[in-house]
């Protein structure tokens, strides 16, 4: 199974409006010969490229070797769980800045170590394989409703109230 990345077309505000910001402070500073806000809109377009970078090429969720693995920060940030000791795997939502709810999380939950990925960026969908793999590798792993829906292959991208919401 090859890794699965995010979509890069889920992430549009990063590469079409937020860059509006930088190019509205690059013109101003541009525009009245402040060299202080041409500096920050450069710096804001170049954080934004490489925000858009490391999702594109850098973030992944595998299954590698007998570990589930989710990289991302260009890689330097590597969360692994071993696929044996997972019992469960949850959705839990967050609280978000403007919907009140963030996009669920996968949360795998192992014996010694714990994943967590935002979901946001992903298609659903591209999750049912890795679910099935890992699913055919530990027999004892549980489902949340969430997650179990997303293996059968059911469009849950409007649920909300089945969702386990965190406590923090």
């Known amino acids: 199974m090859s890794a699965i990345r995010p979509d890069i077309r889920l992430i549009w505000p990063s590469y079409t409006l937020?860059?509006?910001i930088g190019l509205g402070i690059l013109a101003t500073g541009a525009g009245g010969g402040d060299p202080a806000?041409?500096?920050?809109?450069?710096?804001?377009l170049a954080l934004n490229?490489?925000?858009?970078?490391?999702?594109a090429y850098f973030t992944t969720v595998a299954v590698e070797?007998?570990?589930?693995?989710?990289r991302t920060n260009f890689g330097l940030q590597v969360d692994r769980v071993a696929i044996g000791s997972i019992r469960?795997?949850?959705?839990?939502?967050?609280a978000g800045a403007h919907s009140g709810?963030?996009?669920p999380h996968?949360?795998?939950?192992?014996?010694?170590?714990?994943v967590k990925v935002n979901t946001k960026p992903y298609r659903l969908a591209d999750f049912r394989q890795l679910l099935a793999m890992v699913r055919s590798a530990n027999a004892r792993l549980e489902l949340d409703p969430f997650w179990e829906r997303v293996a059968r292959g059911e469009d849950v991208s409007k649920e909300v109230a089945l969702t386990p919401t965190g406590r923090f």
């Open 106 to 114: 996968l949360v795998a939950r192992g014996r010694d170590a714990t």
């Open 49 to 55: 490229a490489l925000i858009v970078l490391n999702y």
């Open 88 to 94: 469960r795997i949850d959705a839990k939502r967050y």
């Open 18 to 20: 937020f860059p509006l």
């Open 37 to 44: 806000m041409v500096a920050i809109g450069l710096g804001l």
């Open 101 to 103: 709810v963030s996009a």
């Open 65 to 70: 070797n007998e570990w589930l693995v989710y």
